[in-house]
């Protein structure tokens, strides 16, 4: 079985403490094996994703969006670097949403969205995604419960709508404990090197752990559909959740059977040209 198979959120209600997020599935290593195996990824995951860049040149481009979601601390960071770090930044674009601007608040809350998305031949990357618009605007009450009944929708269309057009959506939920996300949060305090990754804000925000928890199996149950499920990836383990990401983009990208775009030049005559070429 796939790791794709393994941590496709089944359809239906979503009940987050029914999943350990302290486990390994799909993966018989300790973290030194997966950190090892994660690094084996790269020469392939390249080689796929240059795949995926030269599309751009066909008549049939591809392009991916991996969505990247989870509490503070859940790794969102940490994927970037240690996974997406391992494919050529050329073909990638990393978007990372923060709290809306005001000339964003201005408009729908998928107006940003769209305007991040990746062109044809890249792997777009959000770091957090529209779905904070219906997570913390369900939490803090920024909007009202019917504007966040609509977004759900809104949502689903808009992703309907992605993969019509061509794009392929890999939606990963990085799910961790409270108590992991608390050990995190005091690491950070005590290594100097990391008080600027610390926000004080997201101590307020743990104390709205529950609240968030059931957020989140709302907007998981809501949205994962056929065209773009969610997966659940335990992260607690930050080498299985690095190495998960991997193994999930991985799968993705080899189920697109990209090949190199054939030429739109003829070849012998392009060498014979340069042979021909007296310019030393």
Known sequence: ?????????????????????????????????????????????????TKLFASKESDIPKRVLL????????????????????????????????????????????????????EPGYLGVFD??????????????????????????????FERRLVEDGTVILKCMLHISAKEQKK????RLEDPTKH???NPGDVDERQLWDSYQEAYEIALERTSTEYAPWYLVPSDKKWYRNLAIG????ETL?????DWPAPSFDIAEEKKRLEEDTIS
Do not use: C
């Open 254 to 258: 080899d189920q697109l059977d990209l």
């Open 184 to 187: 995190r949060l005091l690491a």
């Open 67 to 118: 969505v990247l979601q989870g509490m503070d601390t859940s790794g969102k960071g940490g994927v970037l670097k240690h996974t997406v770090g391992l494919v050529d930044p050329v073909g990638v674009r990393i978007t990372s949403f923060k709290a809306p601007t005001e000339e964003e608040r201005g408009h729908d809350f998928l107006w940003r969205i769209e305007k991040a998305l990746p």
């Open 128 to 157: 957090r995604s529209h779905y904070e618009d219906v997570l913390i605007g369900r939490v803090r009450e920024l909007a009202t419960p019917a504007e966040i009944e609509r977004r759900y929708d809104a949502i689903n269309d």
């Open 1 to 49: 079985m796939s790791l794709r198979d393994l941590l496709r959120l089944p359809a239906g209600p979503v009940d987050l403490t029914a999943y350990d997020t302290n486990s390994a599935p799909g993966v018989g290593a300790d973290k030194e094996t997966g950190k090892q195996v994660l690094a084996e990824l790269g020469p392939t995951l390249i080689e796929l994703q």
């Open 196 to 198: 600027w990754k610390y």
């Open 247 to 250: 193994e999930l983009l991985l």
